[in-house]
């Protein structure tokens, strides 16, 4: 097991924090998620108790879930069997548990890890909340504010260390359109997708379009994928309509500082591939195999749809070269395993 001093908690927890911005969860975590909130609503005299529980549980869900992919142990959320993969039973012990410091017999990580990470997602939590109510409340108060806050955070992480994953063999290659079909040649990757999709599919494909909102593909990989094949047009100087097949390079934002991963949490848009893969990385659900098929365009900058002639022409050759990527990635994939 790695020792807790190779592990950076904060990294963690700011993982955790851009995974649940895309709300990972499982469905079947997610409707209990929400019968919680339905719970609270009605048990609580104050209702935004219950969307700050929910946000808690969310949270500490991620934190688990970052954990996984810390560890190297993550069962995509995808191979989660549908229909009585959570044992609430379990859940509720593994939380009693933790609540009372005791991570021994679930983390994935040295257990002061995980509680130090626990801590420090129950401590922003806690802070949202400061600024607007810490005068208006008494010490007890507030100290009943935080426990009820830990819970649910608890309660989160527990809920995914509590589900029962099947196992998943095949490979499974997502190949995403990017680009703003309103920009003239920008509108290529949505073009090659579009292609795609009315030729035979490929078995453990998942061919999909996200136009300029990356966010949409950061939740998309919360399925779970070994590969992934990003589609876009790429200026790198060529003729127009030049196809690139290129290995992405992808930024970790733990070599940024505290105000570029603030910025970077702010943009829920992500309207940039590049700022989508950073978040996709930081939150352990970007593929170890991640490629571009790019094309070089004549024009990105002009309002209109359409493609140029150059860059239309380039459709079935960036068609082609999608799919022998698929196959290298696949192949890759099954002498690994």
């Not at 649940?20 to 935004?48: D, G, W």
């Not at 600024?131 to 992480?157: F, K, N, P």
């Not at 795609?196 to 949409?216: D, F, S, Y």
């Amino acid at each position: 097991m790695t020792t807790a001093a190779e592990i950076d908690v904060s990294d963690l927890c700011f993982a955790a924090r851009a995974l649940a911005q895309t709300h990972p969860m499982t469905e079947e975590s997610l409707r209990y998620r929400q019968a919680c909130f339905e719970q609270e609503r009605e048990r609580q005299p104050v209702t935004e108790l219950a969307d700050w529980a929910s946000t808690a549980l969310l949270v500490g869900y991620c934190l688990r879930r970052s954990e996984e992919q810390r560890a190297q142990t993550e069962t995509p959320a995808a191979a989660v069997a549908p229909g009585g993969g959570i044992d609430l039973e379990s859940v509720t012990a593994l939380s009693e548990s933790l609540r009372v410091g005791d991570a021994g017999s679930v983390s994935l990580l040295p257990a002061e890890v995980t509680i130090a990470a626990l801590d420090e997602i129950i401590g922003t939590e806690l802070d949202k909340r400061r600024e607007h109510l810490r005068e208006q409340m008494d010490d007890a108060s507030w100290s009943e504010l935080g426990d009820y806050i830990a819970w649910w955070v608890i309660h989160g992480y527990a809920l995914r260390a509590g589900e029962r994953p099947r196992p998943s063999t095949s490979a499974r290659v997502l190949v995403v359109g990017v680009g703003n079909v309103l920009h003239g040649d920008d509108g290529f990757g949505v073009e090659v997708v579009k292609r795609l999709r009315e030729r035979r599919p490929l078995p453990g494909v998942t061919v999909a379009e996200t136009g300029i909102g990356g966010i949409h593909l950061v939740h998309e990989l919360m399925a779970g994928y070994d590969a992934l094949v990003v589609v876009d047009a790429v200026d790198r100087d060529r003729a127009p309509g030049t196809v690139m097949v290129i290995d992405a390079e992808v930024i970790d934002v733990a070599g940024l500082d505290v105000d570029e991963r603030h910025d970077l949490l702010a943009d829920m848009h992500l309207a940039t591939p590049e700022r989508a893969l950073m978040v996709a990385k930081a939150a352990g659900v970007l593929p170890e195999r991640t490629v571009i098929v790019g094309c070089q365009p004549a024009a990105v900058d002009m309002l209109g749809i359409g493609l140029t002639a150059a860059v239309n022409a380039a459709v079935d050759h960036a068609v082609a070269e999608v799919e022998r990527c698929v196959q290298e990635l696949a192949s890759t994939h099954a002498s690994r395993t």
